[in-house]
Nanobody, 115 residues
Framework: QVQLVESGGGLVQAGGSLRLACAAS????????MGWYRQAPGEQRGLVAT???????NYADSVKGRFAVSRDNAKNTVYLQLNSLKPEDTGVYYC?????????WGQGTLVTVSS
């Protein structure tokens, strides 16, 4: 079973930046499309970005141009650079496979953006 551990969240002012990381156990990571998901307060978890094993990326319209996803397959780690943060980016950020393949969710990392 793959274990996912997210880190890097925190409290930041609007316009600020954060870099999130997700470390995954297991060698299967490098073959999977990985996604970053966000759960805002009172909302369902939604997809914000994906990255293929080869590095091709896609983003939700709400974060396009502000967020950047990357990965280091040698370290089994995927990153999410968050720039020009807005209060509506507040939420718990998770990584997981895309589409979901039954891996358990990690604890997530909380990003709070103050106005």
């Amino acid at each position: 079973q793959v274990q996912l551990v997210e880190s890097g969240g925190g409290l930041v002012q609007a316009g600020g930046s954060l870099r999130l990381a997700c470390a995954a156990s297991g060698s299967i990571f490098s073959n999977k499309i990985m996604g970053w998901y966000r759960q805002a307060p009172g909302e369902q978890r939604g997809l914000v970005a994906t990255i293929t094993s080869g590095g091709s990326t896609n983003y939700a319209d709400s974060v396009k141009g502000r967020f950047a996803v990357s990965r280091d397959n040698a370290k089994n780690t995927v990153y999410l650079q968050l720039n020009s943060l807005k209060p509506e980016d507040t939420g718990v950020y998770y990584c997981n496979a895309f589409p979901l393949v039954g891996w358990a969710w990690g604890q997530g990392t909380l990003v709070t953006v103050s106005s």
